[in-house]
T-cell receptor, first 114, second 114 residues
Framework: AQTVTQSQPEMSVQEAETVTLSCTYD???????LFWYKQPPSRQMILVIRQEAYKQQNATENRFSVNFQKAAKSFSLKISDSQLGDAAMYFCACVQGGSEKLVFGKGTKLTVNP | DVKVTQSSRYLVKRTGEKVFLECVQDMDHENMFWYRQDPGLGLRLIYFSYDVKMKEKGDIPEGYSVSREKKERFSLILESASTNQTSMYLC?????????????FGSGTQLSVL
């Protein structure tokens, strides 16, 4: 069975600084996909970034990038130039290829200090 | 933009009541999901549906049932609500072009069972 572990229940960062959120996962499959979702206080979950396991290149989306270490089964999220609007719960998730069952981590609450 | 609408943002019910949580999506997505979100536990999959009248159990289906009579609507049913079902319930949908398609979430229903 898949598992996703987020070891940091809470993190904080100063506005304009960089922060990295950690995520490790465990799967026996070679075909899988990884995601970071953001849940602001409005509760509307939105996709931040996704990574296909077969791609070696780390995904980037504007100020958001990942450090995908396949051998270590690590998938950390880096947020550069942090903004107040980045304050939210962040969830790491994994799904095996061909499956519908997306498995989420327990989440990391990010606070951005002005 | 895809819209996933959950009928209630907050709901208060009594122990033993039958509770219906409704979810509607407007993008003709095949797959729909019900998750439960609890602090410190992340999101856990209750049920999902991959077509009208088709459903599959997730990781925590006990005490819940679902109904999907129309493609756009997916209902979660608590046959006899209990206090341990007090939680945030999130509905999501996605299309099935590929496994890495993102989930679109509703804004959640915070259910309190007294």
């Amino acid at each position: 069975a898949q598992t996703v572990t987020q070891s940091q229940p809470e993190m904080s960062v100063q506005e304009a600084e960089t922060v990295t959120l950690s995520c490790t996962y465990d799967t026996s499959e070679s075909d899988y996909y990884l995601f970071w979702y953001k849940q602001p206080p409005s509760r509307q979950m939105i996709l931040v970034i996704r990574q296909e396991a077969y791609k070696q290149q780390n995904a980037t989306e504007n100020r958001f990038s990942v450090n995908f270490q396949k051998a270590a089964k690590s998938f950390s999220l880096k947020i550069s130039d942090s903004q107040l609007g980045d304050a939210a719960m962040y969830f790491c998730a994994c799904v095996q290829g061909g499956s519908e069952k997306l498995v989420f981590g327990k989440g990391t609450k990010l606070t951005v200090n002005p | 933009d895809v819209k996933v609408t959950q009928s209630s943002r907050y709901l208060v019910k009594r122990t033993g009541e039958k509770v219906f949580l409704e979810c509607v999506q407007d993008m003709d997505h095949e797959n729909m999901f019900w998750y439960r979100q609890d602090p410190g536990l992340g999101l856990r999959l209750i049920y999902f549906s991959y077509d009208v009248k088709m459903k599959e159990k997730g990781d925590i289906p006990e005490g819940y049932s679902v109904s999907r009579e129309k493609k756009e609507r997916f209902s979660l049913i608590l046959e006899s609500a209990s206090t341990n079902q007090t939680s945030m319930y999130l509905c999501a949908s996605r299309n099935t072009v590929s496994t890495n398609e993102k989930l679109f979430f509703g804004s959640g229903t915070q259910l309190s069972v007294l």
